[in-house]
């Protein structure tokens, strides 16, 4: 297994032990922060390549903090497992909108919390042979998964993550309907807490960010949505 880099950002001292010490323990290198402006100097300064962030964090908050990276070019590649005690829809849903790929609610299993870290990781090293790896046309729109590129005629499109999977997911099987259900498995996995409403929301954020291509995602009323072929 390479030796992955995490990045821990949480303001409890036992939070910060008990993980870095199971993340070393399986092999990882693990480096720790305690505030949002020392994780945001961490990222640029040793990239990691996965950031577990606690949302409720003194100063600059888990939200604020994942906005600015993947709102920026050079670091929105970084993955982000938000940690957070508020088992909030709301704090969940916005989390995921802004380009976070997982949560945990406090207390965790660190068996549960290396399970979901493997997974994460484990997108990394995909066969580019895998279907993953082929480029999509669709009328103007072209989907690289390699580079994890989108455009729309001769425009760069930049999505979150999880935008990226959705559309993707989708674009392979134009005129076949995804319930919601199906799309959280197959970008996240099987039985992956995340509720119907977080889709929604992904997918609102999707059509506006690509224009009229947008328009060809369409809602199945009862159902879920589909590409429009």
Not at 26 to 54: F, H
Not at 90 to 107: H, N, R, S, W
Request: hydrophobic share 40%; net charge neutral.
């Amino acid at each position: 297994m390479p030796k992955y880099h995490v990045l821990v950002v949480d303001d409890e001292k036992d939070i910060l032990e008990l993980v870095s010490y199971n993340l070393s323990k399986s092999g990882y290198r693990v480096s720790t922060v305690t505030n949002g402006e020392d994780a945001l100097a961490k990222v640029r300064s040793d990239p990691p390549d996965l950031m577990l962030l606690d949302l409720m964090l003194p100063g600059l908050d888990g939200l604020d903090v994942c906005r600015i990276l993947t709102n920026d070019p050079r670091t929105a590649h970084v993955m982000i497992i938000m940690l957070t005690a508020r088992d909030d829809e709301v704090d969940v849903v916005t989390g995921l909108e802004l380009g976070a790929i997982d949560y945990i609610t406090k207390p965790f299993s660190p068996r549960v919390l290396l399970a979901r870290v493997k997974a994460a990781l484990r997108r990394l090293t995909r066969d580019p042979g895998d279907e993953i790896g082929e480029v999509l046309k669709r009328g103007i729109l072209v989907i690289d998964p390699r580079r994890r590129e989108v455009r729309v005629g001769n425009e760069r499109v930049e999505l979150t993550f999880t935008e990226f999977q959705i559309l993707h997911h989708l674009a392979k099987r134009p005129g076949w309907v995804s319930s919601r259900n199906q799309i959280i498995e197959a970008v996240r996995g099987d039985d992956y807490p995340v509720t119907e409403r977080s889709v929604d929301v992904q997918i609102v954020g999707l059509r506006k960010k690509l224009g009229i291509v947008g328009e060809q995602i369409e809602t199945v009323r009862g159902v879920g949505y589909r590409f429009r072929e």
